[in-house]
């Protein structure tokens, strides 16, 4: 923009400048990912669903190969071995080239959301309607608690905390019993498949953390270059039946200026008043609180 003559021909025909839009393309690279299963004749035999069987543990599979794909498109690091060597997922792309806050170990509570929107370019919160906080379960988790916790005045009740922090009643997220909480009035979507046992890069780092992310979900591109192929193969001398699934996959994102990621966000981090020790059976150890007791 710039400021105009009434009726000044002089200035258009001497001093005028067309803008010139500048256009940019995002290349994606797929990778080829393949998962394979066999299943025996007599497994197929000796069965209460008979031949169902084979249909029933193909859907197991291509849930479990969703699963799969969903984490390496996350969390993928595009080195090393393994699935999560395929390419880098959202998390490495937005750590190597988005705007990174780094939490130092404090846990998810409103001061790390504050921070994180204070990060994003002014010119992006026009649309602040659209954006979106992407986060663990267990960061979820704590961010609920840390709405409750004890403070010097005692606890505040749930419903009044979130409605400081947002204004509003929370919305159903679509699993059962699960509410989608909101921050400064941006919803936070509950991703389970985000690592939440990653090994703090700052000073004297312990326990696990995860991560927040600010953006559009629009920014997040995923390429699909081969639709699901699944193959079916009988081995005589094996007596089975061998399963080959194929896709080309790849993730990419759109605008890395409109990207927050705040890294080292302690998981079972809090405000003061969760430190405490309780037992589990049956179950892995959790470490929580703020001096890292085992429970």
Known sequence: MTVAQEDNPRDYVQGYTNAAATFNKISLTTRKLRLDWELSSESLEDNIEGPDLEDH???????????????????????????????????????????????????????????????????????RNQLRFFTGSNLVQDYLYNLTAETSSGFTPFDIASGIVRGDVAANDGGPGTVTPFAFGIPVINVPLMTENLAGDYSDAEGDHGDLHLTFPQNFIIGI???????????????????????????????????????????????????????????ANVTGGENGNTF
């Open 57 to 127: 543990i193909a859907r197991l599979m291509a849930t479990q190969a969703g699963n799969d794909i969903e984490d390496v498109l996350i969390n993928g690091v595009g080195s090393g071995s393994g699935l999560m060597s395929a390419f880098k997922g959202f998390r490495q792309l937005a750590v190597d080239n988005a705007h990174v806050v780094d939490a130092q170990g404090n846990g998810l509570d409103k001061a790390i959301f504050n921070l994180a929107i204070k990060t994003l370019p002014r010119k992006y919160k026009q649309r």
């Open 225 to 283: 270059k081969r639709d699901v192929t699944v193959y079916r193969l009988f081995q005589p001398k094996k007596d089975t039946i061998e399963y080959t699934l194929f896709i080309r996959v790849g993730a990419q994102m759109e605008n890395y200026d409109a990207h927050v990621i705040v890294k080292n966000v302690k998981v079972a981090g809090s405000v003061a008043g969760f430190d405490f020790q309780a037992s589990v059976s049956n179950g």
